[in-house]
Each structure stands twice: as structure tokens, then as C-alpha cells.
T-cell receptor, first 114, second 114 residues
Framework: DGGITQSPKYLFRKEGQNVTLSCEQN?????MYWYRQDPGQGLRLIYY???????QKGDIAEGYSVSREKKESFPLTVTSAQKNPTAFYLC?????????????FGPGTRLTVT | AQSVAQPEDQVNVAEGNPLTVKCTYS??????LFWYVQYPNRGLQFLLK??????LVKGSYGFEAEFNKSQTSFHLKKPSALVSDSALYFC????????????FGKGNQVVVIP
């Protein structure tokens, strides 16, 4: 988990509210990613960004939004349009050149919406 | 699109016995393959990767993985399992279209029995 911080660790929200999850990295990585993890489904990519001020939709982007104004930060907003937001959310970062393509993960945020 | 399959939901092994977690992959071009481990309510930790070179790759905590191109497999192994190896293990393959995306398998729960 070193080098990537996610806050808070646990988050509770009422249905219909937007909520923003924080992700910060000090690894000087260009690329950052957001995943959603549900039991038995592995990791699914929500959004990713390979450079500041640019990002792309992943496989399940509906109901989510992101920004990448700084290299170190990639916050994720879970909007009220996301039909089933309760999940474990993981942020990751990686290099985009050389041979070190592995992604490094933060400790995760568990979001519960009731 | 690239994909990985982890055919077993759970692997049970006695402490001290060899541990194998299976992974097969599908990708266009040369495969870049990764193994991660996840402990409960934590982020994923990088274990090892195959980019090129020797088919047997050594990683963290005594784990190794064998790349087999003809069988499109990348099985994770450990000669002698510890109770502390009980965790969720993910195999991943990198997208070769230049966007650094990883496709993850659904994960294997490993239970090491004392």
C-alpha cells in the first residue's frame, strides 16, 4: 500500500447523495486508475488517466466521474446515478514507460450506501 | 480484448505442502502478466510479473510463477505454503494497445490449513 493513500477507509452515505473518494500518490507515476471490487467479481475498471487533465472511461463508468488536475491526485465521485454504489473501491497508479508496468494499489475505501 | 481465467474459486492446501494457483490468459501480442495478493479489507500487493526472459519468474514472499506460452498459462506456485499465505490471489494481463490497462481474473481464495 505504500505510496498511495485513500481516504476515508470507511464511508457511509444516504441514497441520493454524491460522494467523493480521495486518492493521492507520491510515486511520481503518470497513470492512475479506479477499480470497483465486489465479492466474486474480481476488479472492474471504472476510470483511468494516463496524464494530467486527461482520463478515459473504463468498463463500468456509468454513474461515476473523475478529475485529474494534479499528477498526484485522482478523486472519484460516486453520483446518485450509480444504481448500486455499495462496494470496495481501489485506486492504483503505475508508470507508463520502461518495463515497470505493474500497478500499485492503495488500501481501499469501503463505501456503504443505504 | 485481453482476459484472464482463474478456474478455481478456492484452493485448499495443508501447511508445508506445495501451493499452486492456476491462471490462463488471452491477449493479442506478447503477454505482460502479473500476480497480486489481497488480504482482507486491504489493497492488492504486487507479487511478481512476467515481461520477457526466463519462463520461471521469482517474486516476493517465496512465490514464483511459470509462464507457458503454448498453454497460455501463468500459474503461481510456492514450494511450501504457510498459514499466513491464506489470502485472495489475482492474476492480471496487460492490454497491449498502449493504454496500460490490466484485465484481472476473478481471484482465487487460498486457504492454508494448519
Amino acid at each position: 500500500d505504500g505510496g498511495i493513500t485513500q481516504s476515508p477507509k470507511y464511508l457511509f452515505r444516504k441514497e441520493g447523495q454524491n460522494v467523493t473518494l480521495s486518492c493521492e500518490q507520491n510515486l511520481n507515476h503518470d497513470a492512475m486508475y479506479w477499480y470497483r471490487q465486489d465479492p466474486g467479481q474480481g476488479l472492474r475498471l471504472i476510470y483511468y488517466s494516463q496524464i494530467v487533465n486527461d482520463f478515459q472511461k473504463g468498463d463500468i463508468a456509468e454513474g461515476y466521474s473523475v478529475s485529474r488536475e494534479k499528477k498526484e491526485s485522482f478523486p472519484l465521485t460516486v453520483t446518485s446515478a450509480q444504481k448500486n454504489p455499495t462496494a470496495f473501491y481501489l485506486c492504483a497508479s503505475s508508470r507508463t514507460s520502461g518495463s515497470s508496468y505493474e500497478q500499485y494499489f492503495g488500501p481501499g475505501t469501503r463505501l456503504t450506501v443505504t | 480484448a485481453q482476459s484472464v481465467a482463474q478456474p478455481e474459486d478456492q484452493v485448499n492446501v495443508a501447511e508445508g505442502n506445495p501451493l499452486t494457483v492456476k491462471c490462463t490468459y488471452s491477449v493479442s501480442g506478447n503477454p505482460y502478466l502479473f500476480w497480486y495478493v489481497q488480504y482482507p479489507n486491504r489493497g492488492l500487493q504486487f507479487l511478481l510479473k512476467y515481461i520477457t526472459g526466463d519462463n520461471l519468474v521469482k517474486g516476493s514472499y517465496g512465490f514464483e510463477a511459470e509462464f507457458n506460452k503454448s498453454q497460455t498459462s501463468f500459474h503461481l506456485k510456492k514450494p511450501s505454503a504457510l498459514v499466513s499465505d491464506s489470502a485472495l490471489y489475482f492474476c492480471a494481463v496487460r492490454d497491449n494497445y498502449g493504454n496500460n490497462r490490466l484485465a484481472f481474473g476473478k481471484g482465487n481464495q487460498v486457504v492454508v490449513i494448519p
